[in-house]
């Protein structure tokens, strides 16, 4: 909860201070960083809950990137962060996905709360709790399974990933109506958007936004 708060905290002094950061890619026709990543998929209540929230920041600033039903979801692990050029063709899909199997609980059934929201200089996201340790144990399988795989990774290397939050909003424009957006945020700073059991476990083929063009399912673990 603490970093949650630092976070949202630290990212509303970066918007009303002027100094939050826009992406310029999310519309570029030259954006090409792709990987290889295990999500979790929020179910319709909790999807619905959070797009009530969106279709009223959309209102105050509908020049924003607002994520879509099919866009939502939980990083568990990302097995290679996007970077340009990144090529299916080039790692052998199979074994990862038998590296994966291996390395799940077998009691694999995630459920994770969604309660209030967090923020970065850059986005908006909803704050994930896992209800028990599953989850930190299944990550924790993985990150010793990878290494011990020689296989092509990156788990982990830009941060180690310790929260289960849920992106929302990117900032792809300057803010034409930035105090309207704020009170919105602090409406919904500790709203509860409902609690979901992880029917899957997927790993997709993704852009850096998991957008649905773009994505393409590898293989679906079934929750225990």
């Known amino acids: 909860m603490n970093y949650y708060n630092r976070f949202y905290e630290d990212a509303i002094k970066d918007i009303a ?10 519309d570029s026709p030259s ?3 792709f990987g290889i990543t295990l999500v979790l998929r929020p179910d319709i209540r909790v999807k619905n809950n959070m797009q009530q929230f969106l279709s009223e920041l959309r209102i105050v600033e509908p020049e924003q990137y607002y994520y879509p039903d099919s866009d939502l979801h939980v990083t568990l692990l990302s097995i290679i962060s996007c970077y340009p050029g990144f090529d299916l063709k080039n790692i052998p899909i199979a074994k990862y996905i038998d590296l994966i199997g291996q390395n799940l609980n077998e009691q694999n ?9 967090t923020a970065s200089s850059s986005c908006i996201m909803a704050r994930g709790f ?3 340790d ?3 144990g299944i990550r924790e399988n993985l990150r010793k399974g990878l290494r011990e795989s020689g296989l092509q ?8 990933l310790q929260t289960a939050h849920s992106t929302l909003v990117r900032f792809r424009k300057k803010f034409a109506r930035k105090e309207e957006f704020l009170k919105l945020l602090e409406k919904y700073r500790d ?5 979901f059991t992880a029917e899957a476990i997927e790993l997709v083929y993704n852009d850096w936004y998991q957008r649905k063009i773009f994505v393409k399912t590898l293989h679906k673990f079934l929750s225990a």
């Open 17 to 26: 201070s002027d100094t939050y950061q826009t992406d310029n890619l999310i």
């Open 31 to 33: 954006e090409n960083r």
């Open 109 to 117: 059934k995630i459920r994770i709360n969604f309660n209030g929201l």
């Open 130 to 132: 896992p209800v028990d």
């Open 134 to 136: 599953t989850i930190d």
């Open 153 to 160: 990774q990156s788990a982990d290397k830009r941060y180690v």
């Open 191 to 195: 709203f509860d958007f409902g609690t």
